[in-house]
């Protein structure tokens, strides 16, 4: 069983930065994909960025290429999610999830484990 916890949510005003961390229980979790979602109110849960296990390749949303970036620190069995030039239309709970297969997925359904999510809200 995997565990994750976020954390770094938080009011921030539009063009700032704040930088999400996820940190995962389990001993295999250098082998796990994992990613950032996000959901904004009465809208689907959309993936944002991922990044496979092992070698570490990365994936963004075409909304927050350029801004975001996700790393992983399998040492510290945490995976973090950098995000610059906030806009409003990023506010939504953002949740990091995990899969059991070292390679990217996209999709919701392709993640089993997931946390229990951290608002972050941009303003004006």
């Known amino acids: 069983q995997v565990q994750l916890v976020e954390s770094g949510g938080g009011l921030v005003q539009a063009g700032g930065s704040l930088r999400l961390s996820c940190a995962a229980s389990g001993r295999t979790f250098s082998s796990y994909a994992m990613a950032w979602f996000r959901q904004a109110p009465g809208k689907e849960r959309n993936i944002v960025a991922a990044?496979?296990?092992?070698?570490?390749?990365?994936h963004y949303a075409d909304s927050v290429k350029g801004r975001f970036t996700i790393s992983r620190d399998n040492a510290k069995n945490t995976v973090y999610l950098q995000m610059n030039s906030l806009k409003p239309e990023d506010t939504a709970v953002y949740y990091c999830?995990?899969?059991?297969?070292?390679?990217?997925?996209?999709?919701?359904?392709?993640?089993?484990?997931w946390g229990q999510g951290t608002q972050v809200t941009v303003s004006s």
């Open positions: 999830a995990g899969r059991t297969s070292s390679g990217l997925g996209s999709s919701r359904a392709e993640y089993a484990y």
């Open positions: 990044i496979t296990g092992n070698f570490g390749i990365t």
